[in-house]
């Protein structure tokens, strides 16, 4: 869908001092892993990625991080933003014993995700890491639902310290599974990805995005030329396996390429 609509925004949740989740009221018809873009009509258009989706009403979690989230983060109930999309690619929804690797903001996607695979009949295990208390998401929301679910912080402020990853990997030592999934920042999937040779996986890439529809060339990902915001952002083993740039180098929104 390219067509744009202004949506109200229905509920406000503020989940951390700098992280928040948007609800609007409307049928968006998305898949978990994908991901909206979205204006407030005061310049730019950002991508974020769909923490939840129904026939009635969708929501995404917002970290506040530079000047577009900071407006975000000013806006009330009853205020207005433009959308468009649901884009890009989409996870795979497997069966058996899944694992789910969060980090950070890029936890939410997961959620939506878990509620799928467990639709599916999916035995899911989560974990959720983050810097800190501040960063960390959703941790209410998997308790309710019916999985095995562990968090922690690279503080160490609710026990021990230490990642996802580390969590992942015990995780990987204790039990057998069928498909991982992970979503957070590029370089948590670089530390993960060793453990995940003989694994069948999916990773969702958040690469900086202008037009979302394939055109301006800025998400490209080396060397396949993939697109991250159409064949993306979830990618495959088969494609990360090829990828030379992951975890390396990413682009500005000048299509520069910045190190990690
Ligand atoms: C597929 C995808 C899904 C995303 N999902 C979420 C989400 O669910 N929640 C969330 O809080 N953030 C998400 N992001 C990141 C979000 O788009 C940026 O945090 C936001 O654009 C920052 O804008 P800013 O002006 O506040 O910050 P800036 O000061 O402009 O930038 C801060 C950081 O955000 C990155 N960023 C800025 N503009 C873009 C852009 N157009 N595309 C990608 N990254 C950008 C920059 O590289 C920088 O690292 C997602 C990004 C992508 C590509
Ligand atoms: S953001 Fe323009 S091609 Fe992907």
Redesign the pocket.
């Known amino acids: 869908m390219d067509k744009r609509v202004t949506l109200k925004i229905a509920k406000i949740i503020k989940e951390t001092d700098t992280i928040k989740t948007f609800f609007f009221e409307h049928e968006l018809g998305a898949k978990p892993g994908q ?1 909206i873009m979205l204006t407030d009509f005061e310049g ?1 258009e ?4 769909i ?1 939840d989706s129904n026939s009635q009403e969708f929501c ?11 407006r975000l983060f000013t806006k009330k109930e009853g205020d207005y933003v433009s959308i468009r999309g649901p884009y ?1 690619s989409s996870f795979f929804i497997s069966a058996g014993n899944v694992l789910l690797v969060g980090g950070g ?1 890029g936890t ?2 997961l959620y939506f995700l878990t509620k799928k695979l467990l639709e599916n009949g999916a035995k899911v295990s989560v974990v959720n890491g983050a810097k800190t208390k501040d960063d960390l998401v959703f941790c209410d929301k998997f308790q309710k639902l019916e999985l095995e679910y562990k968090n922690i912080t690279q503080s160490g402020c609710l026990g021990r310290a230490g990642t996802s990853v580390d969590l992942a990997c015990e995780c990987l030592r204790r039990k057998k599974y069928d498909f991982i999934y992970a979503a957070g920042p590029e370089m948590m999937m670089k530390s993960l990805y060793p453990y995940l040779e003989n694994y069948q996986f999916e990773f ?7 037009c979302a529809i394939g055109i301006c060339g800025n ?1 490209t990902i080396d060397p396949l030329g993939i697109r ?2 159409v064949e993306g ?1 979830v990618l495959p083993k088969k494609i990360v396996d090829k990828l030379t740039e992951f975890g390396k180098y990413h682009r ?2 000048t299509g520069k390429r910045v190190k990690f």
Do not use: H, W
């Not at 995404?60 to 900071?70: D, M, P, R, S, Y």
């Not at 969702?204 to 202008?210: D, I, N, P, V």
């Open positions: 991901f730019g950002k991508p974020f990625s923490a995404i979690t917002v970290k506040k991080v530079g000047e577009f989230t900071a890009g903001y939410p996607p969702l890439f958040e690469r900086y995005m202008k998400c991250l915001c952002p500005d929104a």
